[in-house]
């Protein structure tokens, strides 16, 4: 009921205010009484030009006094929204109507232009490639375009220069021979009618700027033909390159050692390829002339006019080789014998003999034709020195013709030698094939011995193919023998005595050797001896083949002497050596000083009396200064003069000094005085020792005086019973430090005792031990010992071992004591306690050991008993269940066991895990940082948990390390230490880039200006990429600027959110005057899932002109070489090509490096980057700098990076200086250095696999160096004789397994390869093969190990099944040894290794050694022929009344291939011992019975011989058992026989001896039949 006002307002959002609408500007409403609504006209305006739909919003807001009117938030701004009208457009089209370009031009500029219109908004036109008739041979030639945009922006229009879109299309050049190529362009648009076409299509012409080549050569560098195959097939090929026209290369053939029309038909061709062509192939005559010759070769060669034709390399020319076919010459010898006529000539040296070859055939290249020597008679070496020898006949001389042919003229030259010299050669060219001959002295050998003629061969041994051997090819040399020997006596005197009955003489061989016998004479004649010898009248001695001056040299004859018994003087008579037979005399000399010898006979001595000890034995008991009286007489013949004798004493058991007083005196007999005596004084040493003696010797001072009946006499001391010894052990505690020592079988002390006292005889005690908390058998070897010591021996009895140590002597064991010093003054005797390895973690266990007194001369002295400690030293083996762990980022937790690998516990133990970072960090997962894990004992896995955590941060996997490790090193052995576990990324994180700036406005200049991509959204824990491309507006790409093409924009872990990564865009100044000009850089992302791109995705830049100086790289490339451990050193230069300066600018110089080629490595730039020009110089200067090349010692390929310059921002040079297209950038090459190399070798020398994996895995490494390329070895399985394993049974063999090391590899990279293995299902031990590394690569410049040994372990994976069965689990108490065995059977696999099991008995409620015979690990020895082995099971009668009792058999094996199936059973003992009372009644009751049973076997016996017949009888033959019925037979010798035959079949069953058993009468024919089964 009163006015109030509001007010209108228009603000634009993309709309533009004048352009596309009338402003409203604070347009007042009036609102009276009666009036509801008000209305206001806002004007649209059509501008023409084609735009999206625009909006602007109009504000509604209180004029004056708010507090009365109220505008809902909601309501108070309205949208306006223009939609577009159907009448706006824009008319595009190509700039040209067709294109011209080179093809080497790398790329064509394509625009389209704007030929009407305006645009406020974006449009697309489409751009597309189609071949032109075939004539462009894409993509070969050029890009293909399918549907590719060109995207024009708001704000161009028809006006120029911001009326087109440009599109590079890059030109090929395919290296093909071609002509002139064409292409269309179209272009299309999916916005008609908004966007109308006016042209649609404009034709692109390819020119060739260069000649394009083909690579034509030979297929192969080397060609081989026989002679007498005709031809040669030789092929021409276009290794590279296409071909799109004709191209005609030449073959022409070159003489070389083969003769053109001689060897082969000369050949001249022109060949045509076209495009379908690749090869051609031609043939050449070959021509056999029939003549022996070498390989000969000539040339084919290619040319060609045509500059399309380049030739391969090494291809241009080949070789053809004419390899001889089956030509031949014929050999022989000249004559079948030869005589050498003296084996030795005047000058010592021996004689010879000429032998010749004749060779009949034409040859043009060397015949060698090998001789060898086979013994016949004559030895090698000894008799003729010639065993094996070459002859080498020349080609003679051709005649004037040539054509390989021998002249024709004829001649003769010989030459001598061992088998060399020149040839003569003869014959008719047109007749018989030439003759050629070649002769050699063949000698004998001068060996001084005596022999007959001897023979030996000659033969010609074919060896060259091209020979053909005639007969004679063996001849047989004669030597005559002209040696001889020389013979005589060998003494000039002999003595003998004329009772010797004979005297030996002998002749001997004094020089020469025998190889034939030859016989010389002997005669005697009288001296002074004429009746005391039988005489020789020429008696032969026969020397005989094999007798020689240094070995067997003589040929004797006894001469009898005769005793004539006459006192006489020495006599004398005389030997004298013939001449020999007459066939002889030739060959045997003897020597005149040498031909007699006397020989002397002495007289004999035969009077003598005998003189002995009166008895034999005298007897003694010990004591102190008390004496025996021994006495010495004539025993036989008479004594006419004094004689004297001898008396010695001598130890026997008793010793000079502690048992009696030396005896040593002369004796005196005469004729009135027979016998004489004396005293021997006995004394007491308190030693305990056994009866004791001495021995009294006589000897005489005459040969008269005979001794030789009695002697010696013995004087015997036996002991008192005061004497006696001490004995007590050495220590009361002993400890074994380890229970198991370095080789498995248990640790080792040795308990002494010590001896105190004088021991003189051997004395009994005993040693025994006793179970503590150790246990006999299990922890320790028991002992139970009786030692029968003395001073000099020892002697034992029962289970143990002993040694006896005296006062002084080193000790045997360094474990308490050293070299005994401790005890100087006593004797230890010690025993050898031996604990038992049971492989079981456990704690000390303890037993004793003591003495007991056997012999009361041994007193038993205290400590008596020592206890005994057992340390156990055993271990177990933990690790990593896994190596290796994968969870996801987002799981949250992971289990991570540690396993017990090997040994068994009965202890616990413990052991750590503490987590490392890899490349994971705190923040994504939760550390163990020493996390106890306890092992109780039986177990054998224990398990944490590792937490996961997710950090939202986009990464790569991550890795941590989990590393197990313990503090009871000496019994907890890690084996498997390390595991990862790999973290992969989830799929949710990402990181989002923009463009820093959406607007550039920069003075155009030749200069470089920075744009920016930002990192504006989340965090980076690895590398991600976009892109950067520029988008044509009103600049023009090549004039205004260089365009960017996908440029890469990496942001690394080290980025965050905010920072900027740069790239620089490069302007020219193109010196025309013009509008400001557009260009657009896009942001585009090539991870889209983990790279998002932002709202601002493009950047605007203006360019303002502004003037500059061009400046280049003045090489178009560089090329270097490494030399080896140097450097080399090349010069670049930057130029200023035009313009002139009037301030100072930079161009800075940067390399971009190729593949493996890397700045600092591989060569090295300046320490000032960059090059500086000053004010006042122009075009023409230039500034140079130096590259250094570096040796990295690196094998690697030639290497490559490009020299770049640019304007240096530095200084803002770059606003005034402009690098020239193709001038900024230089490619350098470094060929690589030969020397540079690797050692390679084997990882270790032993490698070992199981068998059932199925393969060992083998690798190489390299030792030394670097790789970056490829380089490779090769493996192979090598047989030698000590392997074990089998090819094809036990590996699979491989013979060149390439192993390739790839680029980046170092010292210590490892390349594998699986050695594939065969399980054989066999029970074996380990088996070894050999494998060998070799390389053909020259950079391998060195091997390590090249050879190692593999080890394929069985390792249980083949098992043997063992069952235990008995012949019955209830044995009765009475029944005692033999009724019942326990067997053990295996299954039927096959072995090749022995397999032991152990059985035991267990009490139950039995009792060993009470109601049975106990088993303790009872060895079972199992071989590949061994299937079932028996025990009896022996009980024992205790007399008691009791129950049943039980005891257990244990079967047990600790080889890892062992199964057992039925390992324990239960043996039950049935008591049958009876309660008198209960006896009685048992009596009455079996007489009763008994009754009963006798009327019953009556009446059984009347009904058998009723009823019996011939069923079930059986037969004894020799040792078979025919049974003709069905039986089940058990028993046999070591086995168990059961059988079941059928009805009718025939079983063989070997039977042995049983006297006890003798069966019932059989009921054939009323005959009983006895029998041994």
Partial sequence: ERNVSVELTTSSATASESSDYSQLNHFVLTFSTGLSSQCAIVKILDDTVLEANQSFSITLSALSNPEVVYIPQETDVAEITIREDSFDYIEVAFEKDFYHVSDEAQWLQVCIVIVKGELERNVTVELDTIANNNQTNQPLDSDILEAHMLHFLPGQSSYPPNNKQCELITIINDDIVEGNETFELTLSTTLYPKVVIATSNTTVFISPEFVDTVAIGFSEELYMVQEGDGSVEVCVNIDSGSLQREVVVSLATYPNTAEASVDFSPLSADITFGATTSQHCLEISILDDTCLEDTQNFYVALSSTDRAVTFTPGRQNSSVDILEDMDYVEVKLDSASHTILSEDDTMGSGNSVEVCLLVTGCFERNVTVDLATSPITAVYGRDYPLQDTQVVFV???????????????????????????????????????????????????????????????????????????????????????????????????????????????????????????????????????????????????????????????????????????????????????????????????????????????????????????????????????????????????????????????????????????????????????????????????????????????????????????????????????????????????????????????????????????????????????????????????????????????????????????????????SGDYSSGALFEEDDLICVVIQSQSDSILENSERFSIFLDMLDPAVHIEQPSNSAITIVDNDYVEVGMQYNEYITTEGEGSLQVCVEVVSGVLERNISVELTTYSETASSRDYRPLNGEFLVFEPGQVLQCTYVNIIDDSILEWNETIILRLHTNLSSIVRIVSEKSEIIILEDDTDFVEMNMNSTRFLVAECDCNISICVEFTDGILERNVSVSLSTEQGTATNTDDFLEIGGREIKFTRQNAAGDLICTELSLMDDKKTEYVEHLSVVLQGSEERIARIGPRNYSSVAIVDNDFVEVGLEQEDLQSIEIHGGMNTVTACVAMRTGVLERPVQVDIFTIDRGYCKAGFDYVIPNRPYVSFLPGEAGGVKRCFNITVVDDVIVEDDEYFSLMIQPSSADDSESSVQVLAKLDAVGMSIAEDP????????????????????????????????????????????????????????????????????????????????????????????????????????????????????????????????????????????????????????????????????????????????????????????????????????????????????????????????????GYIQVSIIDRDIDPFIFVIIIVSVVLFVFVILICLVLSIILAFCFCSRRGRYKFGGNNLSIQNTYVVTGGLNDTLKADPKAGENMDLTVVPNPSFEPAPICDDGEEQKTSL
Avoid at 494 to 506: E, L, S
Avoid at 581 to 604: C, G, H, K, W
Avoid at 1304 to 1320: H, M, P
Wanted: charged share 20%; with cysteine.
């Fill in 395 to 813: 080609p003679p001389e051709y005649g004037a013709s040539g054509m390989g042919l021998p002249s024709c003229s004829s001649g003769s030259d010989s030459g001598s030698g061992s088998g060399s010299g020149s040839g003569s050669g003869s014959g008719d060219c047109n007749e018989e094939p030439p003759t050629t001959q070649l002769c050699i002295d063949v000698f004998a050998a001068h060996d001084e011995i005596l022999e007959y003629d001897e023979e030996f061969a000659l033969r010609i041994v074919p060896s060259d193919a091209a020979l053909k051997p005639l007969d004679p090819n063996t001849t047989t040399i004669t030597i005559i023998d002209n040696d001889y020997v020389s013979i005589g006596l060998a003494g000039n005197k002999y003595q003998t005595t004329d009772d010797a009955g004979y005297v030996k003489v002998c002749a001997e061989l004094v020089d020469g050797e025998l190889e034939r016998p030859v016989t010389v004479l002997m005669t005697t004649m009288d001296g002074t001896a004429t009746a005391d010898y039988v005489p020789l009248m020429s008696k032969e001695l026969n020397f005989v083949s094999g007798q020689s001056d240094h070995m067997d040299r003589t040929q004797c004859l006894n001469l009898t002497i005769m005793d004539d018994s006459i006192l006489e003087n020495t006599e004398e008579f005389y030997v004298h050596l013939n001449y020999t037979p007459m066939e002889d005399r030739a060959v045997v000399f003897i020597p005149p000083l040498n031909s007699n010898s006397t020989i002397y006979i002495q007289e004999d001595q035969s009077d003598s009396v005998e003189i002995g000890f009166l008895q034999p034995q005298y007897y003694i008991t010990e004591c102190d200064q008390c004496t025996v009286e021994v006495c010495v007489g004539l025993l036989e013949g008479t004594l006419e003069k004094s004689v004297t004798v001898k008396v010695e004493s001598q130890d026997g058991s008793s010793e000079y000094g502690l048992d009696y007083n030396v005896v040593y005196l002369n004796s005196t007999l005469n004729e009135s005085q027979s016998v004489s005596c004396f005293d021997v004084t006995i004394l007491d040493d308190t030693c305990l020792e056994p009866s004791q003696n001495l021995s009294l010797h006589l000897s005489s001072y005459e040969d008269a005086v005979m001794v030789e009946d009695h002697p010696s006499t013995t004087v015997t001391i036996f002991e008192d019973s005061l004497d006696f010894v001490e004995v007590s052990l050495l220590k009361e505690v002993y400890e074994i430090a380890n229970e198991d020592d370095e080789i498995g079988d248990g640790g080792r002390i040795v308990v002494c005792t010590v001896l105190q006292g004088c021991l003189h005889r051997k004395a009994p005690f005993r040693f025994f031990t006793r179970e503590d908390t150790a246990s006999e058998g299990s922890d320790y070897v028991p002992l139970d010992l009786t030692l029968n010591f003395g001073s000099e021996s020892m002697t034992q009895s029962g289970s143990g071992e002993a040694a006896f140590l005296q006062s002084g002597s080193d000790y045997i064991s």
């Fill in 1235 to 1462: 020397l540079d190399g690797v050692i390679i070798g084997l990882s270790s020398t032993k490698f070992k696999g199981y068998e059932s994996n199925g393969y060992v895995q083998i690798c190489a490494v390299i030792v030394e160096g670097h790789l970056e390329r490829n380089v490779s070895v090769e493996l192979q399985t090598v047989k030698t004789s000590k392997d074990s394993a089998t090819i094809f049974d036990d590996f699979s063999p491989i013979t060149n397994e390439v192993l390739v090391f790839l680029p980046g590899s170092t010292a210590g990279t490892e390349v594998c390869f699986d050695l594939a293995v065969v399980d054989d299902d066999i029970i074996e031990k380990d088996e070894i093969l050999e494998i060998e590394l070799t390389t053909d690569e020259d950079n391998v410049v060195g091997l390590g190990v090249t050879r190692a040994n593999v080890t394929i372990e069985d390792a249980g994976n083949d098992k043997l099944y063992l069952t235990m069965n008995v012949t019955s689990t209830n044995v009765s108490e009475e029944a005692g040894m033999g009724t019942e065995q326990v067997c053990v059977q295996r299954s039927p696999a096959v072995m090749e290794k022995e397999v032991v099991a152990f059985i035991s008995t267990v009490n139950e409620t039995a009792s060993a050694g009470e109601d049975y015979i106990p088993l303790e690990n009872e060895p079972l020895v199992f071989d590949n022929s061994v299937f079932v082995i028996c025990h009896d099971l022996l009980t024992m009668d205790d007399s008691k009344v009791e129950g049943i009792e039980t005891f257990g058999l244990m079967l047990e094996s600790n080889d890892p291939a062992v199964v057992i199936t039925n």
